[in-house]
């Protein structure tokens, strides 16, 4: 690869036609490989090419590339599904041909004189036409001295053919063509199946790209003008109205509305927005009119950010995928020496030569891996897919490798597993006063300053606030006013000391939370109680991960006692509470845990937590949090909820789980059907559907994540 930067290259993506295989997918990813300039990533399962390419390397440099090995090239918006039309035509006539050839081959009743030529020209279209995709692959990759699983299935079929032609010009023994001919015929529906199979768990990274407003309602000059969205410009302001999608991410500036975001989040529940709301993109506009100003578009919106990450993720390829490559790229010379081999014991042995064919041919046939190519790459593929509709974006298949191997699991407070702002979240009222008056007298004060706390308190009341005179503020202390001809004072308890003791145990038990007291008229009337509310959910999903089997870890940058009071409320063991951080303080703790042989994951989402992030074995960033700790995250949980956390955990176990199972299935089938065609105890017929049925059980097996529900 060459060392140019990063960002001196591009991204490049290719359509890549005439893959069957795992070994095709492996030529056209080495031999892009080879050019100056070109890091490439081949998806048999997606027949996509995931190309990152210095300067000076040109589209058509890449598409030739990949056509002089053989196989067609396009870029993707001019390529357009045929495999499947390719197919049926084939599978049709194979079907309505075949069957006449299997009744007089196998029913003694239908053979009359001279069967076998009416088989003979009953199956040449079959052995030729339909299975020309098998021949044409084995064609070109011969010319560039390579081998893959089309070479098996040509060699199988021709060679059951030529033998069947032998024994009918020389009069000696039946022909076998129903095994060419069913072989052919099942082969064919197992590629229709899996082509169908491969479509569906690419859905819904498509159903993502579809989901983009086409239109939208510009307002210019107050006057609505149609346009196209992809013509918006920052700054712009358009139209959205009920049912329609919003043409790109922005902040509404007029009117109020319920807008549902699940194609986003994957919460059912609309959300409710008003001017100064932030609406991303996609999103449905459910009840009202809304005016929004646009402040991203093109590439930079959420919804194009995501889909970009889905890609990115199912173009990638996981360990135990190069594994399975290597394994594919021997195995085809592998296999046709143990036919040759097969063929040459059985006549030394036997001397049958009918025999000695048939059971060579079956090792053919059986020991196409082509359910070995197709393990990992489909799994993966609905797994990230399954993900981002749910609103968990998984950057790539390590990943999910990752995600599944995790122990321990560190979690930032603010913003994570608190609201990030600040909640009045208890009222002690002494003798002699109202609750609501104190509540409103004290609002109305705190609304003339810019405290944070402040800001808790005035949004606790709900209705009108009286106007304030002789407003002042003590630095450290508090803030007064004169509201309605009564002197109010807000702040710390220290301010007046003596307070009575009801007021003062309500400061004593305060312990995690902020304690301020009011006056009114100099008699102290009220203690509120401030503090940054848990999320909801929170405990739940600590709960959750611990019974994964990962420990919760509390690290923050906030003080001790809120520190302890947080992770008291969410289930957080004292010992494992980490206080008063700096960022380099966070990352050397992962960093500590990492070197003591614990596999460390990372929850935050905000700056001072990117570094962790992108320290730890893997890092879960929230969406709601910043740019930076999103790009930082191995895993970005658009809900920003903390339930999404231990939800990522399971599906990557489940997406590993199914690539275990894939796997399994695929090198069983092969380690157990060789032996059996070898000593010719499988016949070529049951051969064909078994490898046929092998690579449709593996993609099936992949599409029950489609399910997950997490």
């Known amino acids: 690869m060459s060392t140019r930067t990063e960002a ?21 990813e080495k031999k892009l490989n080879r ?59 194979a079907t309505i041909l075949t069957v006449p050839v299997v009744v007089l081959s196998m029913v003694p009743a239908a053979k009359f004189d001279g069967w076998g030529w009416v088989a003979l020209a009953l199956a040449l279209p079959v052995v030729t036409w339909a299975a020309w995709p098998f021949h044409r692959a084995t064609a070109i990759n011969a010319r560039h001295g390579a081998a893959t699983m089309d070479t098996l299935v040509s060699i199988g079929i021709v060679t059951a053919t030529l033998w069947s032609v032998g024994t009918l010009i ?33 859905a819904a990274l498509r159903a993502l790209l579809d989901l983009g407003a086409g239109h939208v309602t510009l307002l210019r000059d107050g006057e609505e003008v149609p346009a196209k969205a992809e013509d918006l410009a920052v700054g712009d302001l358009f139209v959205v109205r009920p049912g329609e999608r ?7 500036t007029e009117g109020s509305s319920d807008v549902d975001e699940s194609m986003l989040t994957g919460e059912p529940l609309p959300i409710h927005v008003k001017p100064g709301s932030t609406v991303t993109g996609a999103c449905v506009n459910d009840s009202g009119r809304i005016v929004v100003r646009a402040t991203r578009v093109g590439a930079d919106t959420t919804l194009a950010r995501i889909t970009r990450i889905v890609q990115e993720a199912q173009s990638g390829k996981a360990r135990a995928q190069r594994l399975a490559d290597r394994v594919s790229s021997v195995f085809v010379p592998v296999v046709l020496v143990l036919a040759v081999a097969t063929l040459a014991l059985w006549l030394l042995i036997t001397g049958d030569g009918q025999a000695a064919g048939i059971a060579a041919v079956s090792v053919l046939i059986i020991a196409c891996p082509c359910a070995l190519g197709l393990a990992i790459p489909t799994a993966l593929l609905v797994g990230t897919g399954r993900g981002a509709q749910l609103g968990i974006l998984i950057r790539g298949p390590q990943t999910l490798e990752d995600a599944q191997l995790v122990d321990v699991i560190v ?69 007064e006013g004169t509201v ?15 307070l009575p003791e009801k007021l003062q145990d309500a400061v004593t038990n305060s312990e995690g939370r902020t304690a301020i007291v009011t006056w009114i008229d ?37 003080n001790a006692s809120t520190a302890r009071a947080v992770a008291t409320s969410v289930g957080i063991a004292p010992d494992d509470v980490y206080a008063e951080l700096m960022p380099e303080e966070k990352v050397a703790i992962v960093e500590r845990l990492q070197a003591a042989g614990r596999r460390v994951a990372m929850v935050g989402d905000g700056v001072n937590d990117a570094a962790a992030l992108a320290t730890a074995r893997l890092g879960l960033a929230l969406g709601t949090g910043t740019d930076a700790a999103m790009e930082a995250g191995d895993i970005t949980l658009v809900r920003g909820e903390m339930a999404t956390v231990p939800q990522a955990i399971r599906l990557s176990r489940a997406t590993s789980r199914i690539v275990r199972q894939n796997l399994a299935w ?40 489609r399910r997950f529900r997490g």
């Open 35 to 93: 050019m100056d300039g070109v890091e490439a990533t081949v998806n048999l399962a997606t027949e996509r090419a995931h190309v990152l390419v210095a300067k000076g390397v040109s589209d058509e440099d890449l598409i030739h590339t990949v056509e002089a090995t053989g196989y067609r090239a396009q870029i993707p918006e001019t390529a357009a599904p045929e495999r499947e039309n390719i197919l049926r035509p084939r599978l049709i006539l």
């Open 411 to 479: 979690l930032d407070k603010t913003g994570t597993l608190t609201e990030g702002r600040m909640s009045l979240t208890d009222v002690g009222v002494a003798d002699g006063f109202d609750r609501d008056e104190v509540l409103r007298l004290a609002a109305a004060v705190e609304h003339a300053g810019e405290h944070p706390l402040g800001r808790a308190v005035v949004a606790a009341f709900a209705g009108n606030l009286p106007p304030v005179t002789s407003f002042g503020s003590t630095r450290g202390l508090g803030v």
């Open 666 to 705: 695929a090198f069983g089938y092969n380690l157990a059907a060789l032996p059996l065609a070898a000593f010719g105890l499988l016949n070529p017929m049951i051969a064909g559907l078994a490898m046929a049925l092998s690579s449709v059980a593996v993609v099936t097996n992949s599409l029950r994540l």
């Open 246 to 252: 919003i043409g790109t991410d922005g902040v509404v």
């Open 484 to 498: 309605e001809g009564r002197r109010v004072r807000v702040g710390r308890p220290s301010w007046v000391p003596g």
């Open 170 to 202: 020389l009069d000696d023994g039946e022909p076998y063509l129903e095994i060419a001919t069913v072989v052919t015929t099942f082969l064919l529906t197992g590629r229709l199946l899996e082509a169908r199979a491969r479509r569906s768990s690419g």
């Open 522 to 558: 100099d008699q102290p009337a009220a203690v509120f109680t401030i503090a940054d509310t848990i999320k909801p959910g929170a405990r739940e999903a600590v709960t959750q991960l611990r019974e994964l089997g990962l420990t919760p870890i509390l690290a923050t940058g906030d």
């Open 8 to 28: 001196a290259q591009r991204r490049v993506e290719l359509a890549i036609g005439g893959m069957t295989c795992a070994s095709c997918a492996t030529r056209v």
